[in-house]
């Protein structure tokens, strides 16, 4: 089985975010940038599984300019196993992509690639909508399982343990499938996550 992992170029959670001199928007200028944090959990996953013998591929996606290139890179040294570039224009600010949007080009990358499961960060630290998930698997029709604490894959099932209001709740999940992550999903082996992001780690 092949996995897909979403990826975005985000500002470096370390990094104290200055605002334009005309307030028009956040100074991107000699910013230090990263590897979105949930997406860094994301790749853990897939990897994984891949490392549990349920998949034979795993291949990250990231849509930017040219400079996310870098967080491709830094997904490989993590063990993917292939990279692939949505190029956009080099814009003074190429973080503000409409999700939907995202959700169109990941949605033709999908039916290119044709992975058994898609496995994104369930929001980005910039932006925080936690919409892309959902609305791709709408626009592929796939199941989708949001906010994962636990991924489990036997045969053509995928059980998807994830966080509602009153505890956790397990979904079966028909393959190929659509899962955004959590915190509580795993810690990446190579990753140092922000503190505040440690402290949401406490069991529920």
Same mark, same amino acid.
């Given at each position: 089985?092949?996995?897909?992992?979403?990826?975005?170029?985000?500002?470096?959670?370390?990094?104290?975010?200055?605002?334009?001199?005309? +307030?028009?928007?956040?100074? $991107? =200028?000699? %910013?230090?940038? !990263?590897?979105? @944090?949930?997406?860094? /959990?994301?790749?853990?996953?897939?990897?994984?599984?891949?490392?549990?013998?349920?998949?034979?591929?795993?291949?990250?996606?990231?849509?930017?300019?040219?400079?996310?290139?870098?967080?491709?890179?830094?997904?490989?040294?993590?063990?993917?196993?292939?990279?692939?570039?949505?190029?956009?224009?080099?814009?003074?600010?190429?973080?503000?992509?409409?999700?939907? +949007?995202?959700?169109?080009? $990941? =949605?033709? %990358?999908?039916? !290119?690639?044709? @992975?058994?499961?898609? /496995?994104?960060?369930?929001?980005?630290?910039?932006?925080?909508?936690?919409?892309?998930?959902?609305?791709?698997?709408?626009?592929?029709?796939?199941?989708?399982?949001?906010?994962?604490?636990?991924?489990?894959?036997?045969?053509?099932?995928?059980?998807?343990?994830?966080?509602?209001?009153?505890?956790?709740?397990?979904?079966?999940?028909?393959?190929?499938?659509?899962?955004?992550?959590?915190?509580?999903?795993?810690?990446?082996?190579?990753?140092?996550?922000?503190?505040?992001?440690?402290?949401?780690?406490?069991?529920?």
């Amino acid at each position: 089985m092949k996995i897909l992992v979403s990826v975005k170029r985000v500002i470096d959670y370390n990094v104290k975010v200055r605002v334009k001199a005309d +307030n028009s928007d956040v100074d $991107l =200028a000699n %910013v230090k940038m !990263a590897l979105n @944090p949930f997406c860094e /959990i994301a790749v853990e996953e897939a990897i994984r599984l891949k490392e549990a013998g349920v998949a034979s591929e795993v291949v990250v996606v990231s849509i930017g300019p040219k400079a996310v290139q870098e967080q491709l890179r830094t997904a490989m040294a993590l063990g993917a196993d292939r990279a692939i570039q949505v190029e956009t224009d080099d814009m003074p600010q190429p973080l503000n992509i409409e999700p939907l +949007n995202v959700a169109k080009l $990941l =949605a033709k %990358v999908v039916e !290119a690639e044709q @992975p058994g499961l898609v /496995i994104l960060g369930k929001q980005s630290i910039d932006s925080d909508n936690n919409q892309v998930g959902q609305m791709l698997a709408a626009l592929t029709g796939r199941p989708q399982g949001t906010f994962a604490s636990a991924v489990k894959v036997e045969g053509d099932k995928a059980m998807v343990t994830r966080e509602v209001d009153g505890g956790l709740r397990t979904l079966s999940l028909d393959l190929p499938a659509i899962v955004t992550t959590d915190l509580r999903l795993n810690e990446p082996r190579y990753a140092k996550l922000p503190d505040i992001m440690k402290a949401k780690r406490k069991p529920l």
